[in-house]
């Protein structure tokens, strides 16, 4: 588990300064209707980040897709949120791990596993490791096809030079 306090009262965990900025900071992109990215070096707690933000999606009734290219960091991402709240409706798309469960609030899946499947309708995308060159062709997919409702990928195509 990361290297974070615990209210003694209620044993939740407390995010530090810089971690409670970054979930704020998305939050009030998201309020806007704008896509963000969160930076943080190593050990930073990006983990704990993406857990707090899932934590709230699950309180406000949200979905939410957890991308990433390793095993390890979909169990870490997982493990987190089941710290903060043991009892939730999670679920791994992932080969790797030998299962494909969509029906979960919060599916943590394998870039590999969801590159060629339908995916169901989300209300967040969070992408772990967004550098990773993988995720250039799945983020454009996913935006396009799961988050662009009404448009279909060929009039995106032809109307966004950004996306072609």
């Given at each position: 588990?990361?290297?974070?306090?615990?209210?003694?009262?209620?044993?939740?965990?407390?995010?530090?300064?810089?971690?409670?900025d970054?979930?704020?900071?998305a939050?009030?992109?998201w309020?806007?209707?704008?896509?963000?990215?969160?930076?943080?070096?190593?050990?930073?707690?990006?983990?704990?980040?993406?857990?707090?933000?899932?934590?709230?999606?699950?309180?406000?009734?949200?979905?939410?897709?957890?991308?990433?290219?390793?095993?390890?960091?979909?169990?870490?991402?997982?493990?987190?949120?089941?710290?903060?709240?043991?009892?939730?409706?999670?679920?791994f798309?992932?080969?790797?791990?030998?299962?494909?469960?969509?029906?979960?609030?919060?599916?943590?899946?394998?870039?590999?596993?969801?590159?060629?499947?339908?995916?169901?309708?989300y209300?967040?995308?969070?992408?772990?490791?967004?550098?990773?060159?993988?995720f250039?062709?799945?983020f454009?997919?996913?935006?396009?096809?799961?988050?662009?409702?009404?448009?279909?990928?060929?009039?995106?195509?032809?109307?966004?030079?950004?996306?072609?």
């Amino acid at each position: 588990m990361s290297d974070v306090s615990r209210n003694r009262e209620t044993n939740m965990i407390t995010l530090r300064d810089y971690q409670a900025d970054a979930v704020e900071s998305a939050y009030a992109y998201w309020k806007d209707g704008t896509s963000c990215i969160i930076e943080a070096p190593c050990g930073a707690g990006k983990s704990l980040i993406i857990g707090k933000i899932c934590h709230d999606s699950i309180i406000h009734n949200v979905r939410v897709l957890v991308v990433t290219h390793r095993k390890k960091l979909l169990e870490q991402n997982e493990a987190e949120l089941k710290n903060l709240l043991p009892n939730a409706d999670t679920g791994f798309y992932s080969a790797g791990l030998n299962q494909k469960t969509q029906d979960a609030q919060i599916v943590f899946a394998g870039i590999q596993s969801i590159a060629n499947a339908t995916i169901q309708h989300y209300e967040i995308l969070i992408i772990d490791e967004c550098h990773i060159w993988e995720f250039n062709k799945l983020f454009e997919f996913l935006i396009l096809e799961t988050f662009q409702a009404g448009l279909s990928w060929y009039t995106i195509l032809k109307k966004r030079e950004n996306f072609r």
